[in-house]
């Protein structure tokens, strides 16, 4: 079992900072303006020999009105409230100085969780304020820690008094070992990508199973990445909910900017993108970027139509809409498009089925015999062009690497040949070796027997096969 260990406060007193630093990187987005944080992120980290879940959470705001924003205000404070009562420790982050009505409230609310209470004060940084820090005693703790987040003041003492409180959850031995693997699932990274509002985080808590993502109608409700885990026919999942992704002349704000780039960042870590439209509005330019820079990266890509119960339920409007997406990005062909609708599951199991498939395709391996087989077959269908500038010999190939998926094919003059004769390839590739849901990156490298250590290699064990390339 691994504790919870929540940071929770008022809104600006350094919660986010504090997350950072226990974790050594930086994974919430920081800023002086207020209420940054909205849905509480997780991280496991480890902490004097205690493995952890941190969890950052949203400010305790107390004046809240019937605005769409209080309304928003109200469900991060209610959404922290949740988050508390499940928490194995809880840092509650104060800041030296006058203590305000929102700190009394919240301290208030905290007194039935006051065995598992753990008051720190932060932007003490040189030993300044610490007579106002004290004076926070008065509130009925018995102790308190005064550190700086921002620049690391008193951590250390922090983190001794985490893993004390936390003792029992001590591990020891290769647990211990960041290197070891053992008992540790093996996730389908998915990254949940799209405009603002299209239904991410709808999505995700549907998956999920959970309220993790804060639902609103208010445009760029979430901010930081989402995590979620979930298990469908025996995989697991893990779900990466981003903040929606705008054209940059429409982002004006610094707090938007890096959620954008947090989202773009997740492309990295993640194996297979949801790209999230919404189907009444269809395939935008912003939602091609997005699909291009995952193309690029040599993920697994589903277009997701969400909200397609709203859209008029006639005959071959799924194909219809379909069509238009391929016509519009014609280099996804490979990509499969479904209609779902996240707010009540709809189609959500088949996009699920999809999703095994094509991580299955990602790290499908294909042994060297077996794929210059398939190539000698494919030349035969299609020789290269006859002509003086124009001829050139496939030598050999093999797959480079998996997930991204990519093959090298070592030929005897690269400069020959065209882009259609490598699309070609790339298309047979996907077709007759199983890789028809993925981008397949074909890189043409240049080869001769006396250059090239790797095609002597290759004649040794294969050297009748090689005879008969040369042949062609």
């Known amino acids: 079992m691994i504790p919870m260990v929540v ?27 207020p209420g940054v944080t909205r849905d509480p992120i997780s991280a496991e980290t480890l902490i004097r020999d205690v493995k952890i879940k941190l969890v950052d959470t949203g400010g305790f705001k107390l004046d809240r009105d019937s605005s769409p924003e209080g309304s928003l205000e109200a469900a991060v404070v209610e959404r922290t409230l949740e988050t508390i009562k499940q928490a194995d420790l809880i840092i509650l982050i104060l800041e030296a100085g006058e203590v305000t009505a929102e700190d009394e409230e919240f301290i208030g609310l905290l007194r039935p969780y006051q065995k598992k209470l753990l008051p720190v004060v932060n932007k003490c940084e040189g030993g300044r304020r610490e007579a106002d820090a004290w004076n926070l005693l008065s509130l009925g703790f018995e102790k308190i820690l005064m550190i700086s987040a921002e620049h ?55 998956l999920t199973a959970s309220a993790a993502s804060i639902v609103t109608d208010i445009p760029g409700t979430t901010r930081d990445v989402v995590e979620g885990t979930f298990s469908w026919k025996n995989r697991n999942f893990l779900v990466l909910d981003t903040a929606g992704i705008r054209r940059k002349t429409k982002v004006t704000e610094n707090i938007e900017y890096y959620s954008v780039n947090r989202a773009i960042k997740t492309i990295d870590e993640a194996e297979i993108v949801f790209l999230i439209i919404d ?73 699920l089925d999809i999703a095994i498939r094509m991580y299955g395709q990602l790290n499908r391996r294909i042994e060297t015999a077996e794929l210059n087989r398939a190539v000698e077959r494919w030349m035969a269908e299609y020789p290269p062009p006859v002509g003086r500038q124009t001829h050139f010999k496939i030598r050999y190939a093999v797959q480079l690497s ?28 996907r077709k007759d070796l199983g890789f028809s849901l993925i981008p397949v990156e074909i890189e043409i490298r240049a080869s001769s027997d006396k250059a090239d250590p790797n095609r002597a290699n290759y004649n040794k064990t294969n050297s009748g096969r090689a005879s008969r390339f040369r042949r062609n």
């Open 279 to 351: 189907a009444q509005e269809g395939l935008t330019d912003q939602d091609k970027k997005i699909a291009a820079l995952a193309h690029e990266k040599g993920r697994g890509i589903i277009l997701i139509l969400n909200k397609w119960d709203a859209m008029p339920q006639i005959k071959n409007a799924f194909a219809a809409a379909e069509d238009r997406v391929r016509f519009l990005f014609p280099k996804m062909e490979y990509a499969p498009v479904i209609g779902i609708s996240a707010r009540d599951g709809t189609n959500t199991d088949k996009l």
């Open 402 to 429: 998996a997930n991204p998926v990519k093959f090298v094919f070592f030929v005897s003059r690269k400069q020959a040949v065209t882009e259609p004769y490598t699309a070609y390839l790339r298309n047979r590739v």
């Open 7 to 33: 940071l929770a406060g008022r809104p600006n007193v350094g919660k986010s900072t504090l997350f950072n630093r226990l974790l050594h990187k930086r994974r919430a987005i920081t800023d002086p303006t």
């Open 152 to 206: 690391g003041d008193n951590i250390g003492d922090l983190e001794d008094t985490i893993a004390s409180r936390l003792a029992k959850y001590k591990i020891s031995g290769s647990a211990n070992n960041p290197d070891s693997q053992s008992g540790i699932p093996n996730f389908i990274r998915i990254a949940l990508l799209g405009k603002p509002n299209t239904g991410k985080s709808t999505l995700s808590n549907r």
